[in-house]
């Protein structure tokens, strides 16, 4: 079989990736600005999306984000069907767009499509298309944003590596960039 060094990406970009992870890990310490979970009382609604390599999309049920109405999109009109791992389909049932913190403290726009699911996937190969670097290393797996320089950890839940968010509920979204915000630390 092939051994690593021998992957046929060019000399140079391995060091460019590898300098990239040298990067990333410096950057990565105790000290992150975490978000304070105690402080995430009563509307606060937790992600907890698996990372699915085999997802194309991310997916969540609707009934995740209850504060936010779904809405119809292009995949739901045009019938898409997703095919899940026991060999079942399940329909497209539109789309969501929410506002969420990350475990970091960063507020983010989380858009996902809709089925029947139990868990929130996140979808690695959508977080590649839209510019992340998805590193799976137990307990120091981490996403990095290629745009922004931004990193956020993957948790290793032993089963499944997961995206966890907090969603902000609509009445905290003028909070959010106050200093007294849950999310932030002087």
Same mark, same amino acid.
């Given at each position: 079989?092939?051994?690593?060094?021998?992957?046929?990406?060019?000399?140079?970009?391995?060091?460019?990736?590898?300098r990239?992870?040298?990067?990333?890990?410096?950057?990565?310490?105790?000290?992150?600005?975490?978000?304070?979970?105690?402080?995430f009382?009563?509307?606060?609604?937790?992600?907890?999306?698996?990372?699915?390599?085999?997802?194309?999309?991310p997916?969540?049920?609707?009934s995740?984000?209850?504060?936010?109405?779904?809405?119809?999109s292009?995949?739901?009109?045009?019938?898409?069907?997703?095919?899940?791992?026991?060999?079942?389909?399940?329909?497209?049932?539109?789309?969501?767009?929410?506002?969420?913190?990350?475990?970091?403290?960063?507020?983010?726009?989380y858009?996902s499509?809709?089925? !029947?699911?139990?868990?929130?996937?996140?979808?690695?190969?959508?977080?590649?298309?839209?510019?992340?670097?998805?590193?799976?290393?137990?307990?120091?797996?981490?996403?990095?944003?290629?745009?922004?320089?931004?990193?956020?950890?993957?948790?290793?839940?032993?089963?499944?590596?997961?995206?966890?968010?907090?969603?902000?509920?609509? !009445?905290e979204?003028?909070?959010?960039?106050?200093?007294?915000?849950?999310?932030?630390?002087?």
């Open positions: 079989g092939l051994r690593a060094t021998e992957v046929s990406y060019p000399k140079d970009k391995r060091i460019e990736f590898l990239m992870l040298s990067q990333v890990r410096d950057h990565q310490s105790p000290t992150l600005n975490k978000v304070n979970e105690a402080n009382e009563g509307k606060w609604e937790r992600i907890r999306a698996i990372m699915d390599s085999g997802a194309t999309v997916v969540m049920s609707p995740t984000g209850r504060h936010y109405q779904g809405t119809e292009e995949a739901s009109k045009a019938g898409v069907m997703y095919a899940c791992a026991n060999g079942d389909t399940i329909p497209n049932l539109g789309e969501k767009a929410m506002p969420v913190v990350t475990q970091e403290g960063t507020v983010r726009g858009f499509q809709m089925a !029947d699911v139990t868990t929130p996937l996140q979808s690695v190969r959508h977080l590649y298309k839209s510019g992340h670097l998805v590193v799976f290393d137990g307990p120091d797996s981490f996403m990095y944003n290629k745009h922004t320089g931004e990193v956020n950890a993957i948790v290793d839940h032993g089963a499944n590596y997961i995206q966890e968010m907090w969603i902000i509920p609509p !009445d979204i003028g909070n959010v960039n106050n200093p007294g915000f849950p999310g932030q630390h002087p």
